[in-house]
């Protein structure tokens, strides 16, 4: 059973600190990982996706791939009042159980509150 | 405006009734997706279609069935068989559901409840 495991939270940052999301991952096939924001009530939204090792920065958000130790973060810089949210981990990867090649699991998500 | 559309927002069942999710996407995407998510839980797949009249279960398949008569369309009807049925449903989509760096987008979701 593919798994996925982040820090279970919930995570409290005062507004303009980082804020460090972090998700570990069972199978070593993985091959490309991602993140969603979940407001309270509504649908998941990508923010960020990462395939290689290394550092992928996008505004005010970093993610983090490490493949050796199966690990891949999120770093919120200037966290803001409106990134209060649930982060969502999902890794993508191959599966021969037929059907789609690629298949994406999901972490049970962080709950981080941005207080002003 | 493309997106994908999900209906009713909410919907109510009553016990031993079948209920039907609709899910409709314009971006001309082949894969689509049901997840279901249970309050502090992650998503987990119920079924995904790749191309017309073909669907594959996921991991959560049992007291669900879909249908994929159209490219736009990939219905879920939750079926009396399912038996703890109140949750979140996300209908997701993507371009082919075959490349490793593809990403889902999802729709807004229906909350489905007990009577």
């Known amino acids: 059973q593919k798994e996925v ?12 600190a980082i804020a460090s999301l972090n998700c570990t991952y069972s199978d070593r096939g ?13 649908s998941p939204e990508l923010i960020m996706s990462i395939y290689s090792n290394g550092d992928k920065e996008d505004g005010r958000f970093t993610a983090q791939l490490n493949k050796a130790s199966q690990y891949v973060s999120l770093l919120i810089r200037d966290s803001q009042p409106s990134d209060s949210a649930t982060y969502l981990c999902a890794v993508n990867a191959y599966s021969n159980s037929g059907g789609s090649n690629y298949k994406l699991t999901f972490g049970k998500g962080t709950l981080l509150t941005v207080n002003p | 405006d493309g997106g994908i559309t999900q209906s009713p927002k909410y919907l109510f069942r009553k016990e031993g009734q079948n209920v039907t999710l609709s899910c409709e996407q314009n971006l001309n995407h082949d894969a689509m997706y049901w997840y279901r998510q249970d309050p502090g839980q992650g998503l987990r797949l119920i079924y995904y279609s790749q191309i017309v009249n073909d669907f594959q279960k996921g991991d959560i398949a049992e007291g669900y ?47 489905l409840l007990v009577l």
């Not at chain 2, 109140?86 to 979701?109: K, M, N, V, W």
């Open chain 1, 30 to 42: 993985s091959q490309s990982f991602f993140w969603y924001r979940q407001y309270s009530g509504k």
């Open chain 2, 65 to 111: 069935s879909v249908s994929r008569e159209k490219k736009e369309s990939f219905p879920l009807t939750v079926t009396s068989a399912q038996k703890n049925p109140t949750a979140f449903y996300l209908c997701a989509s993507s371009i082919s559901g075959d490349t490793r760096q593809e990403t889902q987008y999802f729709g807004p979701g229906t909350r």
């Open chain 1, 5 to 16: 495991e982040q820090n279970s939270g919930p995570l409290s940052v005062p507004e303009g």
